[in-house]
């Protein structure tokens, strides 16, 4: 039986050890400058051995923690389940992440070394030093630096409860949590997805399953990722979703399962129709978000289900929904029925069941006697968050969902103050505490404002100080743009800045964010708020 993630890996590399494990197609190799095509089992496991050599005799172990700064490259997973098979949690960092972030990030889950990609070594360095950190980085092929520490837990066993790998995720009032997720979290995310069936049947040693999302994110990370490790067969992860190329990756590369967010389907329709569009092998996609209105018509177009899902961080797979039984209600923003492991209740604001058809917060727990099973393991160094998500048993989610008479669930909308642009979740207190850093802003007020490609995008309310001149607001908007691409991703930065005379606030002088969200509706398009979404740009 499998205890952690390297010995999942280790299974199916003894099992079939000349089957290709990963295959990276002709974009993702020209973006990253690799050599394209299939790397097998074998020559990973080989990969895997010498690292994990490498790190042991420099002296990682159990209750280290390592940071990996990797993009989506072979590299990420090659040191990941060489760090796992010695007890090192991994924490993933985004690669869009700057100062103000990565500074968070290395203070917060106290990372003593991060294997990166050279050219953001020195930003990392500067993070860790700001954050008063003692720290070391390493390339990606680089010899391994000696730990500064002895692993904290060299005494304790390895096992299923070991952390394997920390992730942040956007608070709602505040800055990213860091999501403590162990061995069994993992596993247990793809023994799930290996036993779907039914609509979403998976083939042991024959899927070849394709995603562009980032492995910093939970999907690619314990999904796509652990079920080709449990169930064997190929991996093909690509750099990002490229819309014009996407559908040509997934026939140089066989795939017959794809990964996507909402975003991905509606940029696919976008693109003329062409005959060619169902020259595919994909069976089945796996996702969540797909825009109504699309739903339907991609299916017809590209020849295969979207079946979406629900889930997120902090529950893994242990909560998972989806709609892969029939009926799926296509185009309702339906991610189907419960299933036997978990058990759900939607609760209005007094806590009290919601009936059918009317929005509830959803709440979950596994079934049976341990209602965290396969849960996160909590927050680290936030146990009173831990506590408040757990509130009465139960897993508050944040997510308004609604229930018909047949035990379908549809997803309605967001509780939690979180702005979700391309599949990003975004804290609008954390880009706000960044704005307030610039000179000409006297406070701020963030959210979001439709957008027709994105979902979501970052509107601003900005109030100047009475010494800034206001005669050129163009200006003054991208100076504050600048500042916050300096300091946060791209994707976080404000799209529109919409200068006021002052924010709707509660009698406690709180940001009223109810009045807020109405107000972002309506801004864009107005004279006194500026189009700045040019200006957010992926950064090298």
């Known amino acids: 039986m499998n205890a952690t993630v390297h010995d999942a890996f280790s299974a199916s590399a003894r099992r079939t050890p000349h089957a290709e494990f990963l295959f990276t197609e002709l974009v993702t190799a020209t973006a990253y400058g690799v050599e394209p095509g299939p790397i097998s089992w074998s020559k990973a496991a080989a990969e895997v051995e010498r690292l994990k050599l490498a790190y042991a005799k420099a002296g990682y172990g159990h209750g280290h923690r390592v940071g990996l700064l990797l993009e989506n490259r072979p590299a990420f997973l090659f040191h990941w389940f060489a760090l796992n098979a010695l007890g090192v949690s991994v924490v993933p960092i985004n690669a869009e992440m700057r100062a103000a972030e990565l500074s968070y990030l290395i203070g917060h889950s106290e990372i003593g070394l991060a294997v990166t990609l050279p050219h953001r070594a020195?930003?990392?360095?500067?993070?860790?030093?700001?954050?008063?950190?003692?720290?070391?980085?390493?390339?990606?092929?680089?010899?391994?630096?000696?730990?500064?520490?002895?692993?904290?837990?060299?005494?304790?066993?390895?096992g299923v409860a070991t952390e394997c790998a920390l992730l942040y995720t956007s608070g709602t009032t505040g800055r990213p949590k860091g999501c403590m997720l162990s061995n069994e979290y993992f596993l247990r995310a793809g023994q799930w997805y290996a036993e779907l069936g039914d609509l979403c049947p998976v083939r042991p040693d024959a899927e070849r399953i394709i995603t562009p999302l980032p492995l910093?994110?939970?999907?690619?990370?314990?999904?796509?990722?652990?079920?080709?490790?449990?169930a064997g067969g190929c991996?093909?992860?690509?750099?990002?979703?490229?819309?014009?190329?996407?559908?040509?990756?997934?026939?140089?590369?066989?795939?017959?399962?794809?990964?996507?967010?909402?975003?991905?389907?509606?940029?696919?329709?976008?693109?003329?129709?062409?005959?060619?569009?169902r020259e595919h092998a994909i069976r089945w996609g796996f996702g969540a978000?797909?825009?109504?209105?699309?739903?339907?018509?991609?299916?017809?177009?590209?020849?295969?289900?979207?079946?979406?899902?629900?889930?997120?961080?902090?529950t893994g797979a242990a909560a998972c929904v989806m709609a892969n039984h029939e009926p799926r209600h296509v185009g309702t923003s339906c991610f189907g029925r419960r299933e036997a492991f978990?058990?759900?209740?939607?609760?209005?604001?007094?806590?009290?069941?919601?009936?059918?058809?009317?929005?509830?917060?959803?709440?979950?727990?596994?079934?049976?006697?341990?209602?965290?099973?396969?849960?996160?393991?909590?927050?680290?160094?936030?146990?009173?968050?831990?506590?408040?998500?757990?509130?009465?048993?139960w897993f508050r989610t944040g997510d308004m969902v609604r229930r018909d008479g047949e035990g379908n669930y549809y997803f309605v909308d967001r509780k939690k103050n979180v702005i979700r642009r391309s599949g990003e979740n975004i804290s609008a207190?954390?880009?706000?505490?960044?704005?307030?850093?610039?000179?000409?802003?006297?406070?701020?007020?963030?959210?979001?404002?439709?957008?027709?490609?994105r979902g979501d995008e970052v509107l601003a309310c900005i109030v100047m100080r009475d010494d800034v001149d206001a005669s050129?607001?163009?200006?003054?908007?991208?100076?504050?743009?600048?500042?916050?691409?300096?300091?946060?991703a791209y994707y976080k930065a404000p799209g529109y800045i919409a200068f006021v005379d002052a924010l709707?606030?509660?009698?406690?002088?709180?940001?009223?964010r109810g009045q807020l969200r109405e107000l972002a509706q309506a801004l864009p398009g107005q004279a006194h708020c500026i189009d700045t979404r040019s200006m957010k740009k992926r950064q090298g």
Do not use: C
Request: proline share 8%.
């Open 122 to 158: 020195d930003d990392l360095r500067a993070a860790a030093e700001t954050a008063g950190i003692a720290f070391e980085t390493m390339g990606p092929d680089a010899a391994v630096p000696p730990s500064r520490t002895v692993p904290p837990r060299a005494a304790e066993a390895i």
């Open 216 to 230: 910093n994110h939970v999907n690619a990370m314990a999904f796509s990722t652990m079920v080709v490790l449990v």
């Open 235 to 277: 991996l093909v992860q690509l750099d990002r979703f490229h819309p014009k190329s996407w559908l040509q990756s997934a026939r140089e590369s066989g795939a017959t399962i794809a990964h996507y967010l909402g975003v991905m389907p509606a940029m696919l329709l976008s693109a003329p129709e062409m005959a060619s569009d």
């Open 289 to 314: 978000g797909v825009d109504r209105k699309n739903h339907a018509p991609f299916e017809s177009r590209f020849g295969f289900p979207l079946v979406e899902a629900w889930a997120m961080t902090e």
């Open 342 to 393: 978990v058990e759900i209740r939607l609760v209005d604001d007094e806590g009290r069941d919601a009936p059918d058809g009317t929005p509830g917060e959803l709440l979950v727990r596994s079934s049976g006697a341990d209602p965290k099973r396969y849960f996160f393991s909590g927050y680290l160094k936030d146990e009173e968050a831990t506590r408040e998500a757990w509130a009465g048993g």
């Open 429 to 453: 207190v954390e880009v706000e505490s960044v704005l307030n850093q610039h000179p000409a802003v006297k406070t701020s007020a963030v959210a979001a404002t439709p957008d027709a490609v």
């Open 472 to 488: 050129s607001p163009s200006q003054v908007a991208a100076s504050i743009v600048e500042h916050a691409l300096a300091q946060l």
């Open 504 to 512: 709707p606030l509660t009698a406690s002088q709180k940001i009223q």
